[in-house]
């Protein structure tokens, strides 16, 4: 059975980055398409990045081009999201998800199997 946990999270003033982790655990990381996404208080949760099983194909949210890059380690089993010049409205919950297909899309409805979220505070 397949398990994610998100770590890296935590306060961080505006401009500043984080790199936060997806570490997997139950099945072998390279076969999984996995996607990142953020809800923040009040909204829905949204889609931010995608990577393929080898990272060669990754995808964003327009929200996410910018500033938002993801990769991942299979040999350490872990995604990552790296995060730069962060802002008041990055504050949220974000989770990593398996995806059900390998389409690249950000539809929660394609993901299945989530971790339990990691929280970013931005604020000065």
């Known amino acids: 059975e397949v398990a994610l946990v998100e770590s890296g999270g935590g306060l961080v003033q505006p401009g500043g980055s984080l790199r936060l982790s997806c570490e997997v655990s139950g099945y072998t990381a390279s076969a999984l398409c996995i996607g990142w996404f953020r809800k923040a208080p009040g909204k829905e949760r949204e889609g931010v990045a995608y990577?393929?099983?080898?990272?060669?194909?990754?995808t964003y949210a327009d929200s996410a081009k910018e500033r938002f890059t993801v990769s991942r380690d299979n040999a350490q089993n872990t995604v990552y999201l790296l995060i730069d010049s962060l802002k008041p409205d990055d504050t949220a919950i974000y989770y990593c998800a398996t995806a059900r297909l390998c389409t690249g899309s950000l539809s929660v409805d394609l993901y299945v199997d989530w971790g339990p979220g990691t929280q970013v505070t931005v604020s000065s």
């Open positions: 990577i393929s099983p080898r990272g060669k194909i990754t």
